[in-house]
């Protein structure tokens, strides 16, 4: 074998090992604004006990999500883009799965409690666009950083004074009947796909 042919496969295997160690890296530092980080990297359970109010101020636990298959998110009101846009990928979903879709409730957990007070969440999900009858959930800092911790969900403040803005991981958890998870939702892939994936999640496929 010539040394260039060594020098070439050489190559290819330093690349190989750099891609690997980008997607690792990428796996544990979502970007700014959400982009999707790995779920579950070390095989943790995904989801748990949690205690919160919703946005009329009600306590709610995770019994919210028993008998439900539930989408769970997490954002805040004041994001710019990845939120807003992520609501409204769940209503075009919604629409995509017809008759199914009453089967489907979507849960919206804050990462940011200082300013997401109930009555702040129930005027931003009564925005046009979004899906009718979603759940907006807040509460203490130390709350929300447990429920966090609890779905692998990463978020980071940026900036100070009342502009400050928050870099979260953007992936939609799908939650089955008995509040286990069951896979992760894509935002980006078009309605009639998500809905698809959600229907064939919700009949074992």
Known sequence: MTKFRLAVIAAAFLLLIGLAAVNWYNSLHPRANGVVSQVDPNGRQIGGAFKLV???????????????????????????????LTLQSLARTKAAMGDKADRLQIVFITVDPERDTPANLKAYLASGGFPKGVIGLT?????????????????S?????????????????????????????????????????????????
């Open 54 to 84: 919703d946005q009329d101020g009600k306590p709610v636990d995770e019994s919210l999500l028993k008998g439900e298959w539930t989408a769970v998110f997490f954002g805040y009101t004041y994001c710019p883009d990845v939120c807003p």
């Open 139 to 155: 509460g203490t800092r130390e709350q929300i950083e447990k429920v966090e911790k609890a779905y692998g969900t990463v978020a």
């Open 157 to 205: 403040k940026v900036g100070d004074g009342d502009t400050y803005t928050y870099n979260h991981t953007s992936l939609v958890y799908l939650m089955n009947p008995q509040g286990q998870f069951s896979g992760p939702l894509m935002r980006d892939l078009p309605p009639e796909q998500s809905a698809k994936q959600i229907e064939d999640l919700m009949q074992g496929r």
